[in-house]
């Protein structure tokens, strides 16, 4: 029998996700700061007006919901998964408000791909965005990449159990310090100390570029921002392509790897054990599948002729292949030259590419390499059970951050994730051809939003089916959160329905 | 008379060839917008185009040459200029300024071998046809007016909350 959920569970649900949108409203104080710095009127108050809302609803529902209660499972992930559509809808409206985008289904599209991290954008003249908006757009990355429950982990709750199930429903299922509040600190200090490198990097860059200095570091922390994020938002509308620079896209490069490097990785390098990189299985399954994704997307190229030089070819094949593979979505191509130009092989190992994601506990979407790599090593043991005699025991292990015996269900449990992304890549590819678009092409987009990726063929854009919309939205939504969050959301409704 | 057709046929594909080719360097001569480029991009691709646009974003200034970014409402495509072609520039499209309008005469390329494969237009002459300006920020008043009604309602719920806890 279904229990039916009660007045407790959704106080305990109301209260905490008011928090996290209160949290996610004090934020909007940056782009203001920015708005005032730059003298820019109607964007600073687009954005007083939605944080006065934002803060509105915050407030109303921790009163109107209080309680002293510590969270349940359930509780937790349906706070994770809500906090998140909450997230999108909050976090559109100074989009709605700056008169960028054609609907607030558009500003949500844009506000979902920012927090999901995907990267894919429904912004109408983003060379006349103003710099407040532009912000708000890599910042709601930066935000989402860390997860939108650390932040309220980080600076709004005072320690208490429930914490760690919220963690959990935001698709962190790896703790970097023994304690949930430590770690999202732990994250947020990484992610800050990154920022001020990787602004300094790109600011750099961009003036030795010929860029002027004011934009050039603000342009800087945004793409760090989207970069480090494995988000794909860029200032300009022609994304990377707009610097003409090999420096620049080797640096982008250098900080979408990182980005996508599992923050318990990152943890032991800072505490001097680098040669973890060398025997972690993740790093190696990374290192391993760019380079298999690569050889295949090159030979498309090269097949085709579409690059004739090897620099051509790196800056463009190998950059795109990264940006996909590390969930990034950074391009320095136009969209319709994936279609165009690449032909069926090249665009075939951007798509696997895509799919298969960075580490786990990083801020990419998709399977992810931990996974990639355990099921890889069931397939060696069950080969090897086998090929040996059958009285030989055989012992398979792997290392992530120390030596781990496999078992069956950390193998089941990698299994039942990728095929959940594998039917989430085809579902949304099933409604790309229901809309009319060829296969290739609807599998490219549906990965790449599902997978949290952002690199597009052209399908989407402002003037795409809205139910297509719909479908993408979902899709980086339920990307993000690796289903556990979602599937509990959607037990909670039925259970309110048919509950007893 | 089976001869006969494939006589036809092939005066036919003759005079299709001849409208297309013509038509093709007709089309060259006339302005040619970023998504026509883009998606026949093999087709225009080391040939002379004119392309008019909006400059945005920075100028950029490397050695002799300077990259500078026009938008034709669409798309925004790379142009190579020597420095001395974009003296004229005085504004660049942002938030706060309308660019200069611009017809860029050069050679168009899809996957360029001077710059990594990048999709641009290496200009031969640019010409400013419409000059840029400083765009005017007016106030929007209602967006005031919800402000403050806004903050008149957060003051209340927040005073609400105060007493209640007392």
Redesign the interface.
Known sequence: MIRKPNIEDVKGIGYYLGKIIIGLGLTMVIPIIIGVAFK????T??F??SI??T??FG??LT?LCFTEKDLNWMQGMIIASLSWIAATLFGALPLY?SGHWNSFLDACFDAMSGFATTGLALVENL?????AHNLWRHLIMFIGGQGIVIVALSFFVKGFSGAFKMYVGEARDERVLPNVIDTARFIWLVSIVYLILGTLALGIVGIL????TI?AFFHGACVFMAAFDTGGFAP???NI????S?PYEIVTIMIMLLGAINFKLHYHIWMGNRREVFKNIETITLFMTIMLTFAITAVGLVKLG????A??????GFYQLVSGHTGTGYM???A??FI??WGDLALVGIIIAMGLGGSVCSTTGAIKMLRIGIIFKALIEDLKKIILPEHAAVVQKFHHIKEIFLEDKQVRAALFITLAYLVLYGFGAIVGMFFGYPFLHALFESTSAAANVGLSCGITNTTMPAALKFTYIFQMWAGRLEFMSVFTLAGFMAAAIKGK | MKKLFNLKGVVLNIILLCTLHFTQYSAFAQPISSDELINNAKLFDGKSVIYIGEVVGDIMIRGEYAWINVLDGKNAIGIWAGKDLIKGIAYTGSYKFKGDVVEVSGVFHRACLQHGGDLDIHAQSLTKIIAGRPTQEMPNFKKGNTVILLLGALVLIWILTLLKRR
């Open positions: 820019e009127i109607n964007p108050l687009d007083i007006i006065e809302i803060l509105l407030l109303l009163r408000l060379d006349h965005l103003s710099y570029n010929g860029m002027k934009n300009q509308s022609q392509l707009y610097y003409h090999l579409t690059y004739p030089q620099v051509a070819l790196f800056r463009k320095t191509i136009y319709r030259q165009n130009e």
